[in-house]
């Protein structure tokens, strides 16, 4: 899900989400943790993600962006080129529960 361009009155980006693409991954999960959140507890699960890299750029993935998955929603944290040989995207991921 691409980020939304917009900006509000404070020029923050809106938050707003839109579909932009599809691409096939392999989803794999590293870690989980729980973290006090408001009045309660949250879990912020760590994935990693692995796709074609030409598809990603196709897409025009970035870490502004979101990723859903399974009906889950992922918040980008980095996007490496495995080895720069331009094959395999590795994308790091959370997501908050």
Do not use: K
């Not at 990693?48 to 502004?64: F, H, K």
């Amino acid at each position: 899900m691409a980020a939304s361009s917009t900006r509000d009155g404070l020029g923050m980006r809106a938050d707003a989400w839109t579909a932009s693409g599809t691409f096939r991954a392999d989803l794999r999960d590293s870690q989980g943790s729980e973290l006090a959140y408001a009045d309660g507890v949250a879990v912020r699960r760590s994935c990693e993600v692995r796709a074609r890299w030409p598809a990603v750029v196709g897409v025009g993935l970035t870490e502004v962006d979101r990723l859903e998955i399974r009906g889950r929603t992922f918040r980008v944290q980095s996007i490496q080129n495995l080895d720069q040989a331009d094959r395999v995207a590795v994308i790091s991921c959370e997501e908050v529960v």
